[in-house]
């Protein structure tokens, strides 16, 4: 049997920032938007947020964590070579982006990611399609997901052309209310004590937010 998936951190139990929660509930509501941009320093729960989104998405929906280090054919995908060594033919082998599709693929220190990915995943993020044209491969999948990336200002902007193909862009500021700040750190606390009893206490307000994204649809604007 498979070991139950360890409880995250609510999304409706983040204390505050309430715009980087619209951004992201926008973005969940519409993947063409083309992506979240969070930035703030560190321990402003950029992370926390971004996996407490992909568990209001329907189903067992993924969260695709992004390692820096990632190479571009991790990223999109590339030749099966065990396919190839074993006689079995060319063959295609996803790679995070098909992983992530349905869910989220979240990207942490995205001004430090070589610019060319970045570029990959906004386009992929935009489009919804991964298209792949290469060692003698043409394959494409569906790859649906909601990109966010978080960076702190103090380690590198983003440089101006990526940041502009973001659809939204929040900068997440720790509260300087002290009533705030305790209760923040008291909800931390309680989660580590007990993550699935504290889970249990905000599944109301998750399953609310769940409902109504998937219940809302993207409204039509006319061109002007």
Same mark, same amino acid.
């Given at each position: 049997?498979?070991?139950?998936?360890?409880?995250?951190?609510?999304?409706?139990?983040?204390?505050?920032?309430?715009?980087?929660?619209?951004?992201?509930?926008?973005?969940?509501?519409?993947?063409?938007?083309?992506?979240?941009?969070?930035?703030?320093?560190? !321990? /402003?729960?950029?992370?926390?947020?971004?996996?407490?989104?992909?568990? #209001? =998405?329907?189903?067992?929906?993924?969260? &695709? $964590? +992004?390692?820096?280090?990632?190479?571009?054919?991790?990223?999109?995908?590339?030749?099966?070579?065990?396919?190839?060594?074993?006689?079995?033919?060319?063959?295609?082998?996803?790679?995070?982006?098909?992983?992530?599709?349905?869910?989220?693929?979240?990207?942490?220190?995205?001004?430090?990611?070589?610019?060319?990915?970045?570029?990959?995943?906004?386009?992929?993020?935009?489009?919804?399609?991964?298209?792949?044209?290469?060692?003698?491969?043409?394959?494409?999948?569906?790859?649906?997901?909601?990109?966010? !990336? /978080?960076?702190?200002?103090?380690?590198?902007?983003?440089?101006?052309? #990526? =940041?502009?193909?973001?659809?939204?862009? &929040? $900068? +997440?500021?720790?509260?300087?209310?002290?009533?705030?700040?305790?209760?923040?750190?008291?909800?931390?606390?309680?989660?580590?004590?007990?993550?699935?009893?504290?889970?249990?206490?905000?599944?109301?307000?998750?399953?609310?937010?769940?409902?109504?994204?998937?219940?809302?649809?993207?409204?039509?604007?006319?061109?002007?």
């Amino acid at each position: 049997m498979n070991a139950p998936k360890p409880a995250r951190f609510p999304f409706s139990a983040v204390v505050g920032h309430d715009e980087a929660k619209l951004a992201l509930l926008l973005a969940a509501i519409d993947s063409a938007i083309g992506g979240v941009l969070l930035r703030g320093h560190k !321990g /402003s729960a950029k992370t926390t947020l971004a996996r407490g989104l992909a568990s #209001l =998405l329907p189903g067992d929906a993924p969260f &695709v $964590d +992004l390692p820096l280090g990632a190479t571009e054919d991790r990223l999109i995908g590339t030749l099966d070579l065990g396919a190839v060594l074993t006689g079995d033919g060319r063959r295609f082998e996803p790679g995070l982006l098909a992983a992530a599709h349905g869910g989220v693929l979240y990207v942490d220190e995205v001004n430090l990611l070589p610019d060319h990915l970045v570029d990959v995943l906004l386009d992929v993020a935009a489009s919804g399609v991964n298209r792949v044209e290469r060692e003698g491969i043409s394959h494409e999948h569906p790859a649906r997901f909601v990109l966010i !990336g /978080s960076m702190n200002p103090e380690e590198g902007e983003l440089r101006p052309q #990526l =940041l502009d193909r973001f659809g939204l862009a &929040v $900068d +997440l500021t720790t509260s300087l209310e002290p009533r705030d700040r305790a209760e923040a750190v008291r909800r931390r606390l309680d989660f580590d004590a007990d993550p699935a009893g504290i889970a249990q206490q905000h599944a109301p307000a998750e399953r609310e937010l769940g409902t109504r994204l998937a219940c809302t649809t993207a409204a039509h604007v006319p061109d002007a």
